[in-house]
């Protein structure tokens, strides 16, 4: 079973900080872009910040720059993608989740999702 192991995330009040974690097998996601996506109650999914598998490329939505950090750790096989999230505000509350992607062959994996609440 492919699996995206995602942890972090909560409850916060604005100003203060969560780093999400999303844990996955180098053996199946080697070559993957991997990043975070997010969905606000009402609101489509969107993206947050993503990496190519080089590092070379960093992608960060307008309305988190300078705030949100993405980083990637390999270690016993894995790699682990995070997201540090600073100064958060109250518009960052959204169900946050982990993605795979590969673009040839198409193939797109999807963490659980997990709960980020900002509270003002």
């Known amino acids: 079973q492919v699996q995206l192991v995602e942890s972090g995330g909560g409850l916060v009040q604005a100003g203060g900080s969560l780093r999400l974690s999303c844990a996955a097998s180098?053996?199946?996601?080697?070559?993957?872009?991997m990043g975070w996506y997010r969905q606000a109650p009402g609101k489509e999914r969107e993206l947050v910040a993503s990496?190519?598998?080089?590092?070379?490329?960093?992608?960060?939505a307008d309305s988190v720059k300078g705030r949100f950090t993405l980083s990637r750790d390999y270690a016993d096989n894995t790699v682990t993608v995070f997201l540090q999230m600073n100064n958060l505000k109250s518009e960052d509350t959204a169900i946050y989740y982990c993605?795979?992607?590969?673009?040839?062959?198409?193939?797109?994996?999807w963490g659980q999702g997990t709960q980020v609440t900002v509270s003002s």
């Open positions: 990496i190519n598998w080089s590092g070379r490329n960093t992608y960060y």
């Open positions: 993605n795979a992607y590969l673009q040839e062959p198409r193939r797109d994996y």
């Open positions: 180098v053996r199946i996601f080697f070559g993957y872009e």
